[in-house]
């Protein structure tokens, strides 16, 4: 939402705070005071060694901050889907065939009872 802001202004522009946002607005630009840059080299350094890497991965979080931060957010998944796995299995019901039996079925189906 703040970057569509400045996107759609630009930076030469200013938007009058409202006081709603008042409060928000401190907290958000004190975090911004305190976080760490990084060195806009090293980035683009790790980006080439992704690029020219022989099997790449689909997806790569750059910075030191990103992957303790999905270690907390999948711990955090885990554990609620632990705390719930007695529903989850129960949701599964009791099996009515197997696969191999519903595979076979189907192979052996002519168009018409499909």
């Given amino acids: 939402?703040?970057?569509?802001?400045?996107?759609?202004?630009?930076?030469?522009?200013?938007?009058?705070?409202?006081?709603?946002?008042?409060?928000?607005?401190?907290?958000f630009l004190t975090h911004l005071a305190n976080v760490e840059r990084g060195d806009p080299e090293a980035t683009a350094e790790a980006i080439l060694k992704l690029v020219d890497a022989e099997h790449p991965p689909l997806r790569l979080g750059l910075g030191t901050s990103i992957l303790p931060r999905a270690r907390a957010a999948y711990a955090e998944r885990l554990e609620t889907w632990e705390a719930w796995e007695d529903v989850s299995n129960a949701a599964m019901g009791e099996p009515k065939k197997s696969m191999a039996e519903w595979i076979e079925q189907r192979i052996n189906e002519t168009p018409d009872q499909a």
């Fill in 1 to 27: 939402m703040l970057l569509g802001l400045f996107l759609r202004y630009g930076n030469n522009r200013h938007i009058q705070p409202t006081a709603n946002y008042a409060e928000f607005r401190k907290q």
